[in-house]
Structures are given as C-alpha cells and as structure tokens.
C-alpha cells in the first residue's frame, strides 16, 4: 500500500492557462473522489468515480473543470481558463467498494496558485 | 447551507491537557462519521470514526463521543501532546460515498 500520489504537488500558472493534475489511487480501491480544500476550510467535494465511471459532480464544478478516470486507473483533473478563484488545494481520496463504511484516504494534495 | 457543523475554530491547550472538539449535524441518513488530522502541507489523515449505533469509541489516545439524538458527536484528545498540534476535521457520510466535512479545529498543544 503506497497510499494515495498527486502530481504536481504545487503548481503556479497564469490566470487564462490550462492546468491538469493526475492521481493515483490506493491500487486496489475502486471509488476515486476530487475535492478542493481552500485556507481555513474543510475539504469540499468536487466529482467522483466508481471504476472509470464519473457517478457524480458538484455544481462547484464549472464547464472549466474535466475529470477522467480511463480504465479505472489514475485520474486527472483539468482546469480551463484558469481563474484566481480556482487557487486551493486539490485533494484527491479514494477508498474500497466492498465496504459501506470504507473511509477516504487521501493523498498530501496538489496546491495551485493562479496568478 | 453546511452539513456539518464543527466547533471551535481554533483551540490551545497545555501539554497533558484535553482538547474536546465538536460537531453537529442534521441529516439523520448520515451513517458513518470519521475525524480526520491534517498537517501543514499534507493531506487529511484518518484518525478515528464511528457508527450511529454506538456511543463511544477509543483508539489510543483518541476518543469519539456520540449522541445520537443530541445529532452531535465531539474528539477528546487525553494527554494532549506538542505532536498533536494540527487541524482535525470532523466528516460525515450518507450514500454510500457522500462525504461531508467540518470547517475544521486548528488545535494547538503548547509544551
């Protein structure tokens, strides 16, 4: 169990820029969850996977905002035209299928600064 | 409108002290509630949870008080150490996958 790994783990860019972040899950889990987590606030729940199907995005996710999950592997999020608004931290967890009350686990998260 | 509801925002204790973080919720379909513990720079950590069937919960230091009619559950940390110091996040579950997170306790243990 290597935990749960996010790439970059900081990541600047300029405001109008593309940026994508990858993760890679627990190997054996199969429920991969986004969130973003901004100073001084609890992790707030952006989209989540069930294998390689996206069951589920928050209305915080803006057209701007892509998630895939290709062959229920590592996953990626993508934030287009970046806004200053889109500064946090992007958490991603995952956690096992075969049990109600499997926890998340989470990986140490990727900060983006848009400027 | 916040699911979870967690208070205080912030707390200092002694070493040795015991720091009681609390939690409040409404949706009575939630059916699991983790804490989690969060360094600077990491992410969140599970620390310890608890079912709504059962009222108390240890793990080392670490205990979950819950009251299920009360809708509110609280983390007492005994013996409170430096170490400790951290933001601890109450969560609660409904849906299988639906995870809904406190603001957070920014708790601060002084030697």
């Known amino acids: 169990d290597t935990g749960v790994s996010q790439d970059p783990r900081h990541k600047i860019t300029k405001r109008g820029q593309n940026v994508t972040f990858r993760c890679d899950p627990i190997?054996?889990?199969?429920?991969l969850y986004w969130y973003r987590q901004t100073l001084g606030q609890g992790p707030e729940f952006l989209t989540y996977?069930?294998?390689?199907?996206?069951?589920?995005k928050s209305r915080l996710l803006s057209d701007r905002f892509s998630a895939e999950r290709p062959k229920g592997s590592f996953s990626t999020l993508e934030i287009q035209r970046t806004e200053q608004g889109d500064s946090a931290m992007y958490l991603c967890a995952s956690s096992a299928l075969w049990t109600d009350n499997s926890p998340l686990h989470f990986g140490n998260g990727t900060r983006l600064t848009v400027t | 409108q916040q699911q979870v509801k967690q208070s205080p925002q912030s707390l200092i204790v002694q070493k040795g002290g015991i720091p009681i973080i609390n939690c409040a919720y409404e949706n009575t379909a939630f059916d699991y509630f983790p804490w989690y513990q969060q360094f600077p720079g990491k992410g969140p950590a599970l620390l310890i949870a608890i079912r709504p069937d059962v009222s108390e919960k240890k793990e080392g230091r670490f205990t979950i008080s819950f009251n299920k009619s009360a809708k509110q559950f609280s983390l007492h940390i005994m013996d409170s150490q430096p170490g400790d110091s951290a933001t601890y996040f109450c969560a609660a579950k409904y849906n299988f996958n639906k995870f809904y997170f406190g603001s957070g306790t920014k708790l601060n243990v002084k030697p």
């Open positions: 996977f069930q294998n390689e199907a996206q069951l589920e």
């Open positions: 190997s054996e889990h199969n429920r």
